[in-house]
């Protein structure tokens, strides 16, 4: 029988809760599963390897984005699976791969479902699943509060997206695979390990999770209703057709700022800097998705 480990974020939400939890566990055969309750994602890398060093073979992860990138990030051992169990407010990548919010449902496809290897970005040495990047983005999450979030849910993000709408674009240079693609003043620069950003906007049209590529966009609106276009784009998945994004695909990318701003991992924002230095990392981890998943 396999080992089975819990790491959970207690202040996060989801059903019945972590006891809800306990009972689907015991009632599919694991009454007695490793378990470990965090205040806050920052401190689940240890509860991560402590698991494995207790010999978890599949660790359950409960808690959103954030969460789930702090376990990826410690999490340096494909042979161990994750199974997501999507308490948070967006859950970017439990929904792009079509794990439910419901904890039953979420444990069987964790207990049953196929075990697939994923790639991971690696920004400024920190890994990241689903998207990453710096300007509009990055300060949309840094507006969108917990209590926001708690109170709004999604709809914190599109508050906070207004006051980033009217910040200052940034010059800066990117590379891509060692060349130069873009040069120029941007809103946003957005690495997608995945198509999707919250609220279901479909940002990259190929973007795939196991392709050994990540994609990057560059966003130059300067006006509200410039924004309002890209935003139809994104709503119609005909973001190759805006004249205000510009995509690329690479393995390897590097952005350079005229000035620090910070930027943001899988919705965890992080401290001001110039530089941005992204590689993919193919096939790093194994996540637990649903039997019919592509």
């Known amino acids: 029988m396999i080992s089975i480990a819990v790491v959970a974020h207690a202040d996060k939400t989801l059903g019945g809760g972590l006891e809800e939890l306990r009972e689907v566990l015991a009632a599919a055969g694991h009454p007695k599963p490793i378990w470990y309750e965090v205040a806050r994602s920052s401190k689940a890398p240890e509860s ?22 702090a376990c990826i990030d410690a999490l340096r051992r494909p042979d161990v699976a994750i199974a997501i169990l999507p308490a948070g407010t967006g859950n970017l990548l439990a929904t792009s791969l079509g794990i439910p919010k419901d904890i039953a449902k979420a444990v069987h496809i964790g207990l049953h479902g196929r075990r697939r290897r994923l790639d991971v970005g690696v920004m400024n040495g920190e890994r990241f699943v689903a998207m990453a990047g710096t300007g509009f983005d990055a300060i949309m999450v840094k507006d969108a509060s917990r209590q926001a979030k708690d109170q709004l849910g999604r709809l914190a993000y599109l508050r906070s997206s207004v006051k980033a709408m009217r910040a200052r674009s940034v010059r800066m240079k990117i590379h891509v695979d060692d060349e130069v693609w873009f040069t120029g003043k941007a809103a946003c620069a957005l690495i997608g390990n995945i198509g999707t950003v919250t609220g ?23 006006t509200a209703w410039q924004w309002l276009k890209v935003l139809v784009h994104e709503v119609t998945g005909q973001t190759e057709d805006s004249p205000q994004i510009e995509t690329r695909r690479g393995k390897k990318i590097v952005i350079t700022l005229e000035r620090k701003r910070p930027y943001e991992l899988d919705g965890g924002v992080r401290p001001r800097t110039d530089r941005l230095e992204v590689r993919v990392e193919a096939r790093a981890i194994t996540l637990c998705v649903p039997a019919a998943a592509n």
């Open 48 to 69: 991560i390897r402590r698991a494995v060093k207790d010999g978890a073979d599949l660790i359950f992860v409960w808690g959103g984005d954030g969460m789930v990138q």
């Open 200 to 222: 279901g906007l479909r940002v990259f049209a190929r973007a795939s999770p196991s392709d050994g590529k990540l994609d990057v966009g560059v966003f130059t609106p300067k």
